[in-house]
């Protein structure tokens, strides 16, 4: 089992809806949850962290954590085009451990 | 500006050939690592380094090389490269090892023939 899992996509999701991003990991001591952006060809960038169960907001972007079920979301709403991109889960226990990404395509 | 820097940004090289990609960091970061990033397997760790003379191996440290004689520096080594090191490398610093933003350098897209 990976220890940080998404779905590959591609996700493809209509200007103005909700895009919405999953991620699991395996290790239940897992402290803290980044989740980045990666446009193609370019390096991963910090969108939002999260270290507590519930969710957190910033702007468009809210972060959703369950750490009974392992489980972590990215919702982006009102998606733009600009959102079009690679999203990576990241968990941090003793070291920073990355999924592979979700592709996603915001259609204008 | 707060940034990481890598260099070369391109390289081809030849098997056997020994390189070397520079990583920088200006933001006084205890904590620097070096990343591999292939399709469908994402960020894998290298080598990561949590203070100078002080580095460690990563998930997939065969065929590289490290060191950190100053901290915002961390030079990548590849003594023999190989085709299968063929990827897309990223520099990352952070504060410190756990719970801290990874900030990264804007990859080094590496190609042995």
């Known amino acids: 089992q990976k220890e940080v899992e998404q779905n590959s996509g591609p996700l493809s999701v209509p200007e103005g809806a909700i895009a919405s991003l999953n991620c699991t990991y395996s290790?239940?001591?897992?402290?803290?949850f980044f989740w980045y952006r990666q446009y193609s060809g370019k390096s991963p960038e910090l969108i939002m962290f999260i270290y507590s169960n519930g969710d957190k907001e910033d702007g468009r972007f809210t972060a959703q954590l369950n750490k009974a079920s392992q489980y972590v979301s990215l919702l982006i709403r009102d998606s733009q085009p600009s959102d079009s991109a690679t999203y990576l889960c990241a968990v941090n226990f003793r070291d920073m451990r990355f999924g592979a990404g979700t592709r996603l395509t915001v259609k204008p | 500006e707060a940034q990481v820097t890598q260099n070369p940004r391109y390289l081809i090289t030849v098997t056997g050939k020994k390189l070397t990609v520079t990583c920088s960091q200006n933001m006084n970061h205890e904590y620097m690592s070096w990343y591999r990033q292939d399709p469908g397997l994402g960020l894998r760790q290298i080598y990561y380094?949590?203070?100078?003379?002080?580095?460690d191996k990563g998930d997939v440290p065969e065929g590289y090389k490290v060191s950190r004689k100053e901290k915002r520096n961390f030079p990548l080594i590849l003594e023999s490269p190989s085709p299968n090191q063929t990827s897309l490398y990223f520099c990352a610093s952070s504060l410190s090892r756990g719970n801290t933003e990874a900030f990264f350098g804007q990859g080094t897209r590496l190609t042995v023939v």
């Open positions: 290790d239940r001591g897992s402290q803290s």
């Open positions: 380094s949590m203070n100078v003379e002080v580095t």
